[in-house]
């Protein structure tokens, strides 16, 4: 599954048929042989080989194992490229977006790092930057778990009904359904990273 201007598509048999075919041809090239040739050592009809390395086929496990042999690869070699076409998100350190979120304050600063495109989010990274310290924190539940890692100052981190301590190098992992959020910023300014993983939609 891929996604194209937004809307997530999957692989059509036509781009597993090219994608194959090139790959079988690859390899053919690489023992030196002949269509023929190669349509021999494999066993395998001189016109099927011809099909499948145009794309005009979709051939069957048997035949992809006899070329596999025959090429002296394994057969999950007829698949590179396929899983080529995923998403690589890179986020520079100067173009991060803010996220508001409901309740923040002046001092809260939530920047996006970014996320594999899709329906849903499996993953939401964060980068967390707190420099006002405020009598009264909001409180923040969601889905999911949430990972946090201290990079700069120091506060203390209400997770339901308990309070921790958290320095630079520290983390903490939790279950986001539980109310949880700075509750005292003790050195500042204070600076985490937070990491929330959702389930991933079946």
Excluded: W
């Excluded at 025959?70 to 803010?98: K, Q, S, Y």
């Excluded at 983390?171 to 929330?196: C, D, W, Y």
């Amino acid at each position: 599954m891929t996604e194209v201007d937004g809307q997530v598509v999957n692989f059509s048999s036509d781009d597993v048929c090219r994608v194959v075919g090139e790959r079988v041809r690859d390899a053919r090239r690489a023992l030196g042989l002949t269509m023929a040739q190669f349509a021999e050592v494999a066993q395998i009809s001189l016109g099927m080989v011809s099909k499948i390395e145009h794309g005009q086929t979709s051939p069957s496990l048997s035949t992809l194992t006899r070329l596999a042999h025959a090429a002296g690869v394994p057969i999950t070699a007829f698949f590179r490229g396929l899983d080529e076409e995923h998403d690589v998100v890179i986020v520079r350190a100067d173009e991060r977006m803010e996220i508001l979120h409901e309740g923040s304050r002046p001092g809260h600063v939530y920047e996006d790092l970014g996320s594999l495109r899709g329906k849903t989010r499996i993953i939401e990274p964060m980068m967390v930057t707190l420099e006002s310290a405020d009598d009264v924190f909001p409180l923040f539940q969601h889905e999911g778990v949430e990972f946090l890692h201290i990079l700069e100052g120091a506060m203390e981190y209400g997770y339901g009904p308990r309070t921790y301590l958290l320095e630079p190098g520290d983390t903490i992992q939790i279950h986001g359904e539980v109310a949880h959020g700075p509750v005292n910023l003790v050195e500042l300014p204070v600076r985490f990273m937070s990491v929330k993983v959702f389930q991933a939609a079946e």
